[in-house]
T-cell receptor, first 114, second 111 residues
Framework: GENVEQHPSTLSVQEGDSAVIKCTYSDSASNYFPWYKQELGKGPQLIIDIRSNVGEKKDQRIAVTLNKTAKHFSLHITETQPEDSAVYFCAASGTGGGADGLTFGKGTHLIIQP | NAGVTQTPKFQVLKTGQSMTLQCAQDMNHNSMYWYRQDPGMGLRLIYYSASEGTTDKGEVPNGYNVSRLNKREFSLRLESAAPSQTSVYFC??????????FGPGTRLTVT
């Protein structure tokens, strides 16, 4: 089945700086890679996703890049703001996560320092 | 459009007690999921249902049972709760090919 590794587990950046979170996956057949943001006391919320036929996708201050050859994908947040503080999860569609095959990384706690 | 709803929000059980966690979605999705979230472990799949009338085990099914009551509702039952089942439980539904929408979670403590 699919295995997703996520790094770092904790990331602290100064407000206004950029943050990068990286994930690797094992199943070369995976073709869908979403990112979720989880605020304290809430459920994860989809913030951006990318499919395997695209190398990069942007949505305002958030971007995701995908390298299919190396089997890794990254989340980039620019001009970080206090409301970006949260836990972020990457996921990949494979064969281990159920009917639609999503397997999650263990999460990154992003801390924005004022 | 409420999305995915879960009840209860909080629950405390004694070891050996049983309970059912309820989940409903109003997005007409076929697939529904139950996850548990523990510190440092991320989201682990307990059971899923690809469509009404079908259920399958995920990564950590022991100690749980599920029922897909209809297309909207997917419940998770703990027959005899154990302290190891203290966790936050999330229900989710999926719009193919993988956009999962999560409920707000149930925080369960087993003493």
């Amino acid at each position: 089945g699919e295995n997703v590794e996520q790094h770092p587990s904790t990331l602290s950046v100064q407000e206004g700086d950029s943050a990068v979170i990286k994930c690797t996956y094992s199943d070369s057949a995976s073709n869908y890679f979403p990112w979720y943001k989880q605020e304290l006391g809430k459920g994860p919320q989809l913030i951006i996703d990318i499919r395997s036929n695209v190398g990069e996708k942007k949505d305002q201050r958030i971007a995701v890049t995908l390298n299919k050859t190396a089997k890794h994908f990254s989340l980039h947040i620019t001009e970080t703001q206090p409301e970006d503080s949260a836990v972020y999860f990457c996921a990949a569609s494979g064969t281990g996560g159920g009917a639609d095959g999503l397997t999650f990384g263990k999460g990154t706690h992003l801390i924005i320092q004022p | 459009n409420a999305g995915v709803t879960q009840t209860p929000k909080f629950q405390v059980l004694k070891t050996g007690q049983s309970m059912t966690l309820q989940c409903a979605q109003d997005m007409n999705h076929n697939s529904m999921y139950w996850y548990r979230q523990d510190p440092g472990m991320g989201l682990r799949l307990i059971y899923y249902s690809a469509s009404e009338g079908t259920t399958d085990k995920g990564e950590v099914p022991n100690g749980y049972n599920v029922s897909r009551l209809n297309k909207r509702e997917f419940s998770l039952r703990l027959e005899s709760a154990a302290p190891s089942q203290t966790s936050v439980y999330f229900c989710a539904s999926t719009r193919p090919p993988g956009e999962q929408y999560f409920g707000p979670g149930t925080r369960l403590t087993v003493t």
